[in-house]
């Protein structure tokens, strides 16, 4: 019987890094891009418009301002873009624009921050704010829930930790169920 306790604590295990593997990045809102206002600014078919979260571009009138917005028009113009929205905050000082990290389709298992790919491009500098990101743990690809579906990420992180805690559960059950067997 120490051998199915084993077993199902492996297995509890397992469970908990595929579930941690899917929760490392929360996508809060899918749209599409409908227009980009600058290096660091779009709207969405929603209505909302969208600041990306710890960076920033060239202003109309600054060097740098036309390659920027080139770039990203490049990277998210009529695109899915799949957006973990700041959780402290939401909008920035203006209250007028969502904070976030977008990230868009790069192949059918991952996803392409572009947050950090206009900063590693030169496009963009860091502009830290207090918000929940951390620009410095930013990867430029991610992988997407299920190892290739949709991020639409049911998973984040409440349902990770909810999941761990289930099969903890289940598996203190089997466990205490085998032992009373063996009496």
Same mark, same amino acid.
């Given at each position: 019987?120490?051998?199915?306790? !084993?077993?199902?604590?492996? !297995?509890? !295990? *397992?469970?908990?890094?595929?579930? $941690?593997?899917?929760?490392?990045?929360?996508?809060?809102?899918?749209?599409?891009?409908?227009?980009?206002?600058?290096?660091?600014?779009?709207? &969405?078919?929603?209505?909302?418009?969208?600041? !990306?979260?710890?960076? /920033?571009?060239?202003?109309?009138?600054?060097?740098? =301002?036309? *390659?920027? +917005?080139?770039?990203? &028009?490049?990277?998210?113009? /009529?695109?899915?873009? %799949?957006?973990?929205?700041?959780?402290?905050?939401? %909008?920035?000082?203006?209250?007028?624009? &969502?904070?976030?990290?977008?990230?868009?389709? #790069?192949?059918?298992?991952?996803? #392409?921050?572009?947050?950090?790919?206009?900063?590693?491009?030169?496009?963009? *500098?860091? %502009?830290?704010?207090?918000?929940? #990101?951390?620009? $410095?743990?930013?990867?430029?690809?991610?992988? +997407?829930?299920?190892?290739?579906?949709?991020?639409?990420?049911?998973?984040?992180? @409440?349902?990770? =930790?909810?999941?761990?805690? *289930?099969? &903890?559960?289940?598996?203190?059950?089997?466990? @205490?169920?085998?032992? /009373? +067997?063996?009496?």
């Amino acid at each position: 019987m120490r051998g199915r306790a !084993l077993l199902i604590m492996v !297995l509890t !295990l *397992a469970l908990f890094v595929q579930v $941690s593997a899917v929760a490392a990045f929360e996508f809060d809102l899918t749209s599409r891009v409908t227009w980009v206002v600058d290096g660091d600014t779009f709207d &969405i078919e929603t209505g909302d418009r969208i600041r !990306l979260a710890d960076i /920033n571009t060239p202003e109309v009138n600054e060097a740098g =301002y036309g *390659a920027a +917005k080139a770039h990203l &028009i490049s990277r998210i113009y /009529n695109k899915t873009v %799949y957006l973990d929205i700041d959780d402290q905050y939401r %909008y920035d000082t203006t209250g007028t624009r &969502i904070v976030c990290v977008a990230y868009v389709d #790069f192949n059918s298992t991952h996803c #392409f921050n572009v947050n950090k790919d206009l900063l590693d491009g030169g496009y963009a *500098a860091l %502009y830290p704010h207090q918000n929940e #990101f951390e620009p $410095s743990d930013w990867t430029l690809y991610v992988q +997407k829930a299920g190892g290739g579906q949709a991020p639409d990420a049911p998973w984040n992180g @409440a349902a990770a =930790y909810l999941a761990l805690i *289930a099969a &903890i559960a289940v598996a203190v059950l089997l466990i @205490a169920a085998s032992k /009373n +067997k063996q009496r």
